[in-house]
């Protein structure tokens, strides 16, 4: 998916760009970074993909949680 993602992009005119994909416990995914499980960033150029890795939380020295903690608590509107 985020392979497609970038190849899009550059179809359309991008330069450059970083593209991720953050994935919860279920294998759900995000367009943000995953507080609960792996998150793939793909960084990209004109003429290639400069880099491809994987992050978790325990990369920022943090503990896992379910996305359901930073779920809204009710409507958008009244976050």
Known sequence: MIE??????????YRK???LWGSDSNGRGM????PSG????MEFNEETVKNKYTIDP???NLS???VADIAPLE?????
């Open 31 to 34: 367009d943000e970074i995953s």
């Open 38 to 41: 792996q998150t793939i960033i």
């Open 17 to 19: 760009g970083v593209v």
């Open 58 to 60: 325990g990369y920022f």
């Open 4 to 13: 497609k993602t970038v190849k899009v992009m550059r179809m359309i005119g």
């Open 64 to 66: 896992p949680h379910p």
């Open 75 to 79: 409507s958008i509107e009244k976050e």
